[in-house]
């Protein structure tokens, strides 16, 4: 491990991603201690203490929130637009020929779905600043146009640092700014969980019982992120002018968590708005009555919540995978999986597959996300429900970032991290 990151570094255009990825996510933990002008962060902390759902947005945010910082609305409103222009690609036709148009295509629908962010972010905004009411130092109409004008600007500013870290750094800049901010927490949970054992409040068992369900978690989201079903793949042989080509077998790898942690997050984005919108918007009898039916925690809510991540998956696999398409490929270069015949049958035959693995990879997403649940009731340990999802998050996109430096390493001959 230790020789492979050596060899990293030794590459300078690796070497310099990775060190303008660090510097980027430098750059967001600094925006999040940069608090917005006019609120008084200490009554904020007192508001986002009673409430389970700005606790989970203030995890995902990386403190940002409870700071009341200029980025404390994190880039959710951009995965919002996203999901929702994922949906309408799928419906409106001038969207879907975008999406088959290539890359210019896809440009397209980044600018439409940037504009979309912006929209999102400034009504969450909105919201936030008349939720905000009473931390406001001068409370008017002015204030709660420049809270909101503020938070948006945050928003946009952490969308347009991940697009810089996908384009010039290593992984995906989106999920490594929520990475990021999930990390950054662990050291004051650490200290949480110290200061319940010193309390009395727990014992060294539940901890103990915590780290064990940690461990477990970890090793089953690796085992899983890892795993994928190979389709055998017949090359025939073709002789063009003097050469022999193909006669080879290989295989198709389709993974069994083929959406990566874009479900959870998608779910989660989703059912915190109608939340936000009722407590921001809402009466407090309205905000009482959904927190204790509807919100986090409740068994409604995880039942939705596990159903949401089921069909994201399925969503997103479909969205990132045609099987017409992948079929069409195998035959234009003289393949064939042993027993199906070419075209439509191996595009059923993919399909099926798919199908059915996906099944397992967005079971096994669901129970990671609504696991917490359980893990507090077996330690009693509180402050601890978020954590499915955020280690579903930490390890996916960790694996994903080494995958990426992993093929840096093997285009260059180095030696990789997976042996």
């Known amino acids: 491990m230790l020789n492979s990151l050596k060899n990293a570094l030794k590459v300078s255009e690796l070497k310099n991603k990775l060190l303008f990825t660090l510097a980027m996510l430098l750059v967001f933990r600094v925006a999040a201690h940069i608090p917005v002008p006019g609120v008084d962060p200490t009554v904020f902390e007192e508001l986002a203490n009673s409430n389970a759902l700005l606790g989970f947005f203030d995890v995902i945010s990386g403190g940002a929130f409870k700071n009341v910082s200029v980025v404390a609305m994190g880039i959710f409103p951009y995965i919002n637009a996203s999901i929702i222009m994922q949906l309408l690609t799928v419906v409106v036709p001038r969207l879907e020929q975008l999406a088959k148009e290539g890359e210019e295509g896809r440009k397209k629908i980044t600018q439409y779905t940037r504009y979309f962010t912006a929209v999102i972010a400034f009504i969450q905004a909105i919201g936030l600043s008349i939720y905000l ?57 650490l200290v949480n969980l110290y200061k319940l054992l010193a309390a009395g409040t727990i014992n060294i068992l539940s901890i103990l019982l915590l780290v064990v369900i940690a461990l477990a978690v970890i090793a089953g989201i690796v085992f899983v ?62 905000a009482e009555w959904y927190a204790k039916y509807l919100g986090f925690g409740s068994v409604l809510n995880t039942i939705v919540y596990a159903l949401l991540i089921i069909g994201f998956t399925y969503f997103y696999t479909a969205v990132i995978m045609n099987p017409l398409d992948m079929a069409e490929n195998i035959k234009r270069n003289g393949g064939f999986i042993p027993g199906i015949r070419p075209g439509r049958p191996t595009a059923e035959y993919i399909s099926k ?57 093997l285009m260059r001959s180095y030696q990789g991290f997976i042996k």
């Open 225 to 286: 992120q890892q795993g994928q079903r190979r389709i055998p793949v017949q090359y025939a042989k073709r002789v063009v002018g003097r050469r022999v080509y193909g006669g080879q077998t290989t295989h198709l790898p389709i993974k069994v968590n083929q959406a990566g942690v874009i479900p959870v997050i998608f779910a989660s984005s989703l059912l915190m708005f109608p939340q936000q919108l009722v407590q921001w918007f809402g009466s407090a009898g309205l």
């Open 133 to 189: 009411k009473g931390a406001l130092e001068n409370p008017g109409p002015f204030s709660y146009a420049a809270v909101a004008i503020t938070l948006t600007a945050g928003t946009i500013f952490l969308m347009w640092l991940g697009e810089q870290i996908t384009e010039k750094g290593i992984g995906n800049g989106i999920s490594l700014i929520i990475f990021a901010g999930i990390v950054s927490r662990i050291p004051s949970a």
């Open 353 to 409: 597959v798919l199908s059915r693995i996906t099944m397992a990879g967005a079971v096994f997403l669901a129970f990671i996300a609504i696991l917490p649940n359980f893990v507090l009731a077996l330690t009693q340990i509180p402050g601890i429900w978020f954590g499915g999802t955020s280690l579903l998050i930490v390890v996916g996109v960790a694996l994903d970032t080494m995958k990426q430096i992993e093929s840096h390493l």
